[in-house]
């Protein structure tokens, strides 16, 4: 009797499982007993079976076992329990082991979680295990952080999409009355925003309201930077005239 295959995922699941980096091990063994393993992937949950697992494999003899973390992408707080497990076995079979290489998303985890940076098995003086609560604290923070960085894009492209009409109006004024492109016209803004230090929107918006029959004219400061940036601008890019022998 032959069991039936089991039904296909729904493409969503599909989808999940093809964004999860699955943790793989590369093992290498030296003749001294030393073995150097490579994970590559995310440290999620079931990590460290898989480490224990690789582990298992090694030669009675092995003497040293070095993980180079350098190719882990992502770890959460089963990465803490992947280190156990390694403390674990270099504790049961009374060899040294290390692991080290640590970058990106990985090693800032172990910043906040106030672990060595180098390799946090490192043996220490007084060296307690990191509490479960820490480390989900630490990857709290770290998320958090990332949460802070999003909103403020988020902020500055919601002001950025305010301030795209007022802007597009002073453009098409100063094209008119400086009969430049659309480009030159932007740089004058730009150029007259950086030598007032003055906000490019708020230059902008001086603009438009100077243009309005009954509109205040800019600052004269603001004046002399945008006919100084038009001036230039215009300069620049003006056609060479012909050379006639």
Known sequence: MTSAAPPPLPPLARRLTTLVDALTIDIRTFPDGRALLRPRGELVHGCAQTLAKALAGLAPGTTRVDLDMARVTFMDTAGLELLDALDEYGRRHL???TATGWTGQPLRILELAGLDTEDPLRPAEGRSPVPAAR??????AERAERLGQLQQEVAQLRQAIAS???IDQARGIL??????????AW???????QRTNTKLRSVAARVVASARPDGPPPPDALCHAL?????????EEAPEAPRHP
């Open 187 to 193: 740089d004058i803004l730009r150029e007259a925003s």
């Open 95 to 97: 060899v040294p082991v």
């Open 164 to 166: 795209r009409p007022v």
């Open 175 to 184: 094209m008119a009355a400086h009969a430049c492109t659309p480009q030159q």
């Open 135 to 140: 480390a989900a604290s630490a990857v709290a």
């Open 227 to 235: 006919s100084e940036a038009a001036a230039r601008t215009t300069a």
